[in-house]
């Protein structure tokens, strides 16, 4: 099989398309031949060496993708070959060929297309534990979201727009504001200018309810713009590690905050599949829009990495093997 891989960690230019063994499922797995995969910043930090990576070089990629089964390994039955499924917690897939455990494996409907199921699964079950879990957003509450235009971002404004929440959305341009008032925003603040001020003036001086921050480095400044009693949601750093946070601050305003990592939630058949069929429906119901995805092919990684690192894409990458 063709995958996309890296036997050092460092930039893009490190990433290699090339022929590997084809796995082979074991009990309880399937073979899964993909037909797209989704590009995330997980996979430029483990490309980067900051995330734990298992094993030994050439390692692989990719924990979110979409296609058909091909094989089945002794013990399954839930599945057939020729199934359509997606998956969003499967190492190793930016690769034409992926083992995937039976219990990790979302069946597709029809109408689901593999760009649209690569381009949602992962990011759409983030921002569903989100407004759902960490915080589960109310009518009336203010809401500001990190990096609004991105694939998370851009999910988080449509589903706490729907659930009642008046979202400010932080992006980079006006450009990417354009995007995030598209998906429901009511107000958009540009990262160039004092967003806290503008956080606190949309929430009449008070300070918002809620926001969901995937930068890292912003986190103290989140902390600004929260109102006394409010929640910050910690779920990615992207721009770089955050300050410590001063527990005493924490106390002294009560203040809130959660971490949230996808993994903790998706921990059976059944979480995965009754959250993904949630997002299908939604989609269906056309309370919830993906935009087409930027597509690349699965031998032009590498470009896809340095499009995503430079913060000018809008909405998903998916690569296409």
């Not at 399954?76 to 020729?82: Q, T």
């Not at 060929?97 to 690569?118: C, G, H, K, Q, W």
């Not at 606190?200 to 929260?226: K, M, N």
Request: glycine share 12%.
């Amino acid at each position: 099989m063709k995958a996309l891989c890296f036997d050092r960690f460092g930039a893009a230019d490190v990433l290699e398309y090339r022929d590997l063994p084809d796995p082979q499922p074991g009990a309880g797995e399937m073979l899964v031949r993909t037909r797209a995969i989704g590009l995330n910043f997980a996979d430029v930090y483990r490309r980067q060496g900051k995330y734990h990576l298992q094993g030994s070089p050439p390692w692989i990629l990719g924990y979110e993708a979409a296609g058909v089964v091909e094989a089945l390994g002794e013990g399954v039955s839930g599945f057939a070959a020729g199934d359509r499924v997606g998956f969003a917690d499967v190492k190793f897939a930016n690769a034409e060929l992926v083992v995937v455990p039976e219990d990790r494996a979302i069946p597709l409907p029809d109408s689901v297309s593999f760009e649209t199921a690569a381009g949602l699964l992962l990011q759409g079950l983030t921002a569903h534990y989100l407004t759902q879990d960490s915080h589960e957003v109310l009518l009336g509450e203010t809401v500001l979201v990190h990096a609004a235009a991105g694939g998370v971002g851009l999910l988080l404004v449509q589903m706490a727009t729907a659930l009642g929440g008046r979202v400010l959305a932080l992006t980079s341009s006006e450009i990417k504001g354009e995007a995030a008032e598209e998906a429901g925003a009511e107000s958009v603040a540009l990262y160039s200018e004092d967003w806290v001020i503008a956080a606190l003036r949309f929430s009449r001086g008070v300070g918002v309810d809620v926001v969901y921050d995937s930068v890292g480095s912003t986190l103290e400044d989140s902390f600004q713009a929260t109102r006394t009693g409010g929640h910050v949601v910690f779920y990615g750093m992207a721009g770089g590690d955050p300050k410590p946070v001063d527990p005493r601050m924490l106390m002294d305003t009560s203040k809130t905050l959660t971490g949230g990592d996808l993994w903790n939630v998706l921990t059976s058949a059944q979480e995965r599949r009754g959250r993904a069929h949630q997002l299908f429906d939604w989609m269906e119901s056309g309370q919830l829009n993906l935009n087409p995805p930027t597509t690349f092919p699965l031998a032009r990684g590498a470009a896809a990495h340095r499009l995503l690192e430079s913060r000018k894409s809008t909405g998903k990458i998916v690569l296409i093997p």
